[in-house]
């Protein structure tokens, strides 16, 4: 399996509203930006989860991009919760 490479990470803070806080962009592999996804606390803010973009056509939702795989998906889901840690500073 290919390593991943997440060699960019923002954060863009937003007023705190039924546990979101923020939305990440990443770029992986120096190659594929991703965006617009959605930063949540956990419940008892035991850290964050991530929420990938979805477009909603009449009925239907449509995932425009998430990790296929469960190592991609957790690289992505720690970096970004390394960030918020550092922005998020919890006192």
Known sequence: MQQVNISEIQIVPVKPANGLVGFASVVLNDSLYLGSMAVYTRPGGTGYRIVYPTKK????????????NAVVSQ????????????IFEVE
């Open 75 to 86: 690289e992505i889901e720690h970096a970004i919760a390394q960030k918020c840690a550092e």
């Open 57 to 68: 056509t009449g009925t239907k939702s449509l995932n425009l991009f998430h990790p296929i």
